[in-house]
């Protein structure tokens, strides 16, 4: 057997490809290349054919011929113990119930329901209808043996033959599930109790339902013992707890290779819940950042609202009260120019001077002219104030427009956001393809613990850009592999003398 020292400095036992079959015949190898014709298989099939046809047709005769003997058997014995008319239905309870348990036993294990009772039951009925059958022969027991023999033989073969089809459909049930054995060995246990015990307690708690696979793991458990012991003896030094793990796991029903991998297994598992801690606090930062970006762009659009009704509201009241203010000034001026026409009028009529209520008439035209002026000036206040209200809808509609672009950048920044998040993910999958990789080619060149970590360290500074060793905090390194940090500014220095050697992962 060729025992390989890999870089770790465990020994790599071969396991055996297979285990030798329950019945410990060798496997005869020949030198000469088999051919088989085409008429050994024809051949082969019609001989398994009539075998099981002959046992089938058999097995239904010796059931027939054992139900048939013990019968009569049993209903002498209820004719003798006064059964009367249920003598006849005793056997067929007795032996039919043997037949239905065991059937009734057969579908709870293909249902997956197993229990142990039904079959205890069916056994307990089988060695009655025996003691019943030798009770059945004529005189007592002790005095005619060979009598109570014969009469306790042929429910034997009714149960021998019921047994037989059971175990066969057992058997057919065991290889449809996948289970290729029974379990240990009977002469296993008589040759080697204390490891068969130990070998049935593992594939009963940890499922192992092959008994070659489990010779296999012993096998490989066990050289690889002898292999460490001889290895640790040869260079005087006691084995590390990594190279007796496997013999520590096997009573978990691991192999060699499967606890020598737990370690590596334990340590990927705690980078992935690093970076998976990681990830949650950056996006857990990006969705607060993204919470206060959209707080502020409701905050903004808020304002600009407010501020747009604010002068809509100020420029209608403008024009209410200009509208308001040029209504009352024109209704004051014509009110006083009627007033002062009717008072001329009057004047002129009394004193009979048409001259002078001619002249205060046109005194009257000029101040109506002076009213119209004045309701001019109040108009065109108002359109000053409706001019004023279209500034005001003008600035709302910019303050609209501003809240739009708001929300557009908005969406540009999730969307910007989103676009990081995926790069970040394709950059990480990138690292770890990268990682894995190297992790490979290690293993394939066997490097020790030290260069493999001085190259993790290079492939963390090659990650920031390569330049500068200072941007990888020694902190980081020493979780990163696990050491102190004057062993991590030592791994920093050869990573840097790598990546100046040209080390690209």
Same mark, same amino acid.
């Given at each position: 057997?060729?025992?390989?020292?890999?870089?770790?400095?465990?020994?790599?036992?071969?396991?055996?490809?297979?285990?030798?079959?329950?019945?410990?015949?060798?496997?005869?190898?020949?030198?000469?290349?088999?051919?088989?014709?085409?008429?050994?298989?024809?051949?082969?099939?019609?001989?398994?054919?009539?075998?099981?046809?002959?046992?089938?047709?058999?097995?239904?005769?010796?059931?027939?011929?054992?139900?048939?003997?013990?019968?009569?058997?049993?209903?002498?014995?209820?004719?003798?113990?006064?059964?009367?008319?249920?003598?006849?239905?005793?056997?067929?309870?007795?032996?039919?119930?043997?037949?239905?348990?065991?059937?009734?036993?057969?579908?709870?294990?293909?249902?997956?329901?197993?229990?142990?009772?039904?079959?205890?039951?069916?056994?307990?009925?089988?060695?009655?209808?025996?003691?019943?059958?030798?009770?059945?022969?004529?005189?007592?027991?002790?005095?005619?043996?060979?009598?109570?023999?014969?009469?306790?033989v042929l429910p034997v073969l009714f149960i021998a033959a019921v047994e037989?089809?059971?175990?066969?459909?057992?058997?057919?049930?065991?290889?449809?599930?996948?289970?290729?054995?029974?379990?240990?060995?009977?002469?296993?246990?008589?040759?080697?109790?204390?490891?068969?015990?130990?070998?049935?307690?593992?594939?009963?708690?940890?499922?192992?339902?092959?008994?070659?696979?489990?010779?296999?793991?012993?096998?490989?458990?066990?050289?690889?013992?002898?292999?460490?012991?001889?290895?640790?003896?040869?260079?005087?030094?006691?084995?590390?707890?990594?190279?007796?793990?496997?013999?520590?796991?096997?009573?978990?029903?691991?192999?060699?290779?499967?606890?020598?991998?737990?370690?590596?297994?334990?340590e990927e598992a705690a980078r992935l819940r690093v970076e998976q801690e990681?990830?949650?606090?950056?996006?857990?930062?990006?969705?607060?950042?993204?919470?206060?970006?959209?707080?502020?762009?409701?905050?903004?659009?808020?304002?600009?609202?407010?501020?747009?009704?604010?002068?809509?509201?100020?420029?209608?009241?403008?024009?209410?009260?200009?509208?308001?203010?040029?209504?009352?000034?024109?209704?004051?001026?014509?009110?006083?120019?009627?007033?002062?026409?009717?008072?001329?009028?009057?004047?002129?009529?009394?004193?009979?001077?048409?001259?002078?209520?001619?002249?205060? &008439? /046109? $005194? !009257?035209? +000029?101040?109506?002219? =002076? @009213?119209?002026?004045? %309701? #001019? *000036?109040?108009?065109?206040?108002?359109?000053?104030?409706?001019?004023?209200?279209?500034?005001?809808?003008?600035?709302?509609?910019?303050?609209?427009?501003?809240?739009?672009?708001?929300?557009?950048?908005?969406?540009?920044?999730?969307?910007? &956001? /989103? $676009? !990081?998040? +995926?790069?970040?993910? =394709? @950059?990480?999958?990138? %690292? #770890? *393809?990268?990682?894995?990789?190297?992790?490979?080619?290690?293993?394939?060149?066997?490097?020790?613990?030290?260069?493999?970590?001085?190259?993790?360290?290079?492939?963390?500074?090659?990650?920031?850009?390569?330049?500068?060793?200072?941007?990888?905090?020694?902190? !980081?390194?020493?979780?990163?592999?696990?050491?102190?940090?004057?062993? #991590?500014?030592?791994?920093?220095?050869?990573?840097?003398?790598?990546?100046?050697?040209?080390?690209?992962?």
């Open positions: 057997m060729n025992i390989t020292k890999p870089l770790n400095g465990l020994p790599v036992i071969p396991v055996p490809a297979a285990a030798p079959a329950a019945s410990g015949t060798p496997a005869r190898v020949s030198d000469a290349p088999a051919t088989v014709s085409g008429a050994a298989p024809k051949e082969a099939a019609r001989t398994l054919r009539f075998l099981t046809a002959l046992a089938i047709v058999g097995g239904v005769v010796l059931a027939a011929i054992g139900f048939t003997g013990s019968y009569s058997g049993l209903v002498k014995l209820g004719e003798q113990h006064h059964f009367g008319w249920f003598a006849h239905v005793f056997p067929v309870g007795i032996d039919a119930g043997i037949v239905v348990l065991l059937a009734l036993d057969l579908h709870m294990i293909r249902k997956r329901t197993p229990w142990p009772l039904v079959r205890v039951i069916a056994h307990f009925l089988t060695v009655c209808t025996i003691v019943f059958n030798a009770a059945a022969a004529p005189g007592p027991v002790r005095d005619d043996i060979v009598g109570a023999a014969m009469h306790g037989a089809a059971r175990r066969l459909l057992i058997k057919a049930a065991r290889i449809e599930a996948g289970i290729e054995s029974d379990g240990v060995p009977l002469h296993r246990w008589v040759l080697a109790p204390i490891s068969s015990w130990a070998m049935f307690r593992r594939m009963k708690l940890y499922g192992l339902t092959s008994y070659t696979q489990a010779v296999a793991l012993e096998q490989s458990r066990v050289v690889y013992g002898q292999m460490l012991k001889q290895q640790t003896t040869k260079e005087k030094r006691k084995a590390t707890p990594a190279e007796l793990l496997p013999l520590t796991m096997a009573r978990f029903g691991l192999s060699v290779d499967e606890a020598l991998a737990l370690p590596q297994e334990a990681a990830q949650r606090k950056a996006d857990a930062e990006s969705r607060a950042v993204q919470r206060a970006k959209q707080a502020e762009i409701e905050r903004l659009r808020t304002e600009g609202e407010i501020e747009a009704a604010r002068h809509a509201v100020a420029a209608q009241t403008g024009v209410a009260a200009a509208e308001s203010k040029a209504s009352r000034a024109e209704a004051e001026a014509l009110a006083a120019a009627r007033t002062e026409a009717a008072a001329k009028g009057a004047a002129a009529i009394e004193s009979a001077e048409e001259a002078d209520a001619n002249k205060r &008439a /046109a $005194e !009257a035209d +000029r101040a109506a002219a =002076e @009213t119209r002026r004045r %309701a #001019a *000036e109040v108009n065109r206040a108002a359109a000053e104030a409706e001019k004023a209200a279209a500034e005001a809808r003008r600035i709302a509609a910019e303050d609209r427009k501003a809240a739009a672009e708001a929300d557009r950048l908005s969406e540009t920044a999730s969307k910007d &956001a /989103a $676009e !990081a998040k +995926r790069r970040a993910a =394709e @950059t990480r999958a990138a %690292a #770890a *393809e990268t990682e894995l990789r190297a992790v490979e080619a290690e293993d394939q060149a066997r490097l020790t613990p030290k260069e493999r970590g001085a190259r993790k360290v290079a492939r963390m500074i090659l990650a920031t850009g390569g330049r500068d060793a200072e941007q990888v905090e020694l902190t !980081a390194i020493a979780d990163a592999l696990g050491v102190s940090v004057t062993t #991590a500014s030592e791994r920093r220095r050869e990573a840097m003398e790598l990546i100046g050697g040209g080390y690209q992962p």
